[in-house]
């Protein structure tokens, strides 16, 4: 009867160790911080002032900022996620010209993702894809371009698509690491004034967005 009472106990323990879910139910929530790299995979057209073309286009530099993630799990598989950050501030340079100004961003993004691994592995790969809407503020010309004549720069908000991948690697069943990378569609009219005279470029910005970050589940 001992010996029975020991191999049952023994079963139950190993049991418990084997079946340990790593990952993800139904109602759990995860909040996730870490640094998020947003990389510009730009393009534009050319730069247009009173009308004529000048022949030349823009870019926009990359930017490094804290970044906030929140999910919900609508099944085991299956969650709802908002991308959020800090603003992220981008150089915007005249192509073979140099700096012209700068701005901030901010680009709310929501996934929903699909997790493809069993729910008892520590890593956890996902794939998803959603909108985003990219708000755009604090646009200003470099002191020497304002003075050399160039006014009110303002950049439209945009609405596009994005898609990603990433992973969570459990540490236990509430701490993860999670990296993930991300392609968001965002375009843009920026609008200007040289000496009084209207100016306007088409730029498409399409950053990869590069995240590492640690998250806990609630």
């Not at 299956?78 to 981008?90: C, G, I, K, Y």
């Not at 959603?130 to 003075?147: K, M, P, R, V």
């Not at 701490?175 to 392609?183: F, L, T, Y």
């Amino acid at each position: 009867m001992k010996t029975t009472m020991i191999k049952t106990a023994l079963t139950i323990a190993a049991l418990g160790l084997t079946s340990q879910a790593f990952a993800y139910e139904t109602g759990d929530w995860i909040v996730r911080v870490g640094a998020t790299n947003v990389a510009p995979d730009d393009s534009s057209g050319n730069v247009f002032v009173g009308g004529n073309d000048l022949g030349i286009g823009v870019n926009v530099d990359s930017n490094t900022q804290l970044g906030l993630n929140f999910a919900y799990f609508v099944t085991p598989k299956w969650n709802v996620e908002l991308l959020a950050a800090t603003p992220f501030s981008h150089d915007i340079g005249l192509n073979t010209v140099g700096a012209l100004g700068s701005t901030k961003h901010l680009p709310p993004s929501l996934t929903a993702n699909y997790y493809l691994a069993d729910s008892d592995a520590k890593f956890q790969p996902y794939v998803g894809a959603g909108l985003n809407y990219t708000i755009f503020f604090d646009e200003d010309f470099t002191g020497a371009n304002d003075s050399a004549g160039f006014k009110d720069l303002d950049l439209d908000a945009s609405f596009g698509i994005t898609a990603q991948a990433g992973f969570d690697y459990m540490i236990d069943s509430k701490w993860h690491v999670n990296a993930s990378v991300r392609w968001i569609d965002i375009d843009t009219d920026a609008t200007f004034t040289l000496n009084g005279a209207p100016g306007s470029v088409d730029v498409e910005i399409d950053p990869f967005v590069y995240t590492l970050s640690v998250g806990y589940k609630f």
